[in-house]
């Protein structure tokens, strides 16, 4: 039986809730499973580590501490910028948007809006969160060659999917 490993691309279901039990994610309910190309950081970190040596059907319940998850909250990330940074004429507290960012896309979201500021707050959303998984791994498969090049699982169909494409250089 295969196991989780880096390397393999892992197909899985979850359902992720906050410290109080509220579900702020549910693959099954969108009837869209996560893929993604373990060891790869694809994934957070502190869940992949729980997936680690896993089999396929393996069900688990994983509670990752801020650190492990999306981090800790970061008070200097909350900064206020000029209205005109802003093309929307309409700007209301929650609305959040995905800017590039020093280490990739990042998300912004809007804390408070007058008519030449804006107050927003560029931590991850789940920053600062201690989140419980419950997953269920469906599949693990090797990785193909563009998959590992790419960093990530492609789509079906991208490459040729024979026994050969699939081994691990």
Avoid: C, W
Wanted: glycine share 8%; no cysteine; aromatic share 4%.
């Amino acid at each position: 039986m295969s196991q989780i490993a880096p390397q393999r691309v892992v197909t899985l279901h979850y359902v992720l809730e906050d410290a109080a039990g509220q579900v702020l994610d549910d693959s099954r309910a969108r009837q869209q499973p996560l893929e993604y190309l373990h060891g790869h950081d694809n994934i957070v970190a502190g869940l992949e580590r729980a997936l680690d040596g896993q089999a396929e059907g393996a069900t688990l319940s994983v509670t990752l501490m801020p650190a492990e998850a999306y981090g800790l909250r970061d008070e200097a990330l909350v900064q206020e910028v000029a209205r005109a940074s802003f093309p929307l004429a309409e700007l209301s507290p929650g609305m959040r948007f995905q800017t590039p960012g020093e280490a990739g896309p990042q998300i912004v979201t809007v804390l408070e809006v007058n008519e030449s500021r804006v107050r927003i707050d560029t931590n991850h959303p789940l920053a600062g969160e201690t989140l419980r998984y419950r997953l269920e791994v469906l599949s693990i498969r090797e990785a193909t060659r563009a998959e590992l090049a790419k960093g990530h699982p492609l789509p079906p169909g991208t490459e040729a999917s024979s026994v050969e494409d699939r081994k691990v250089l």
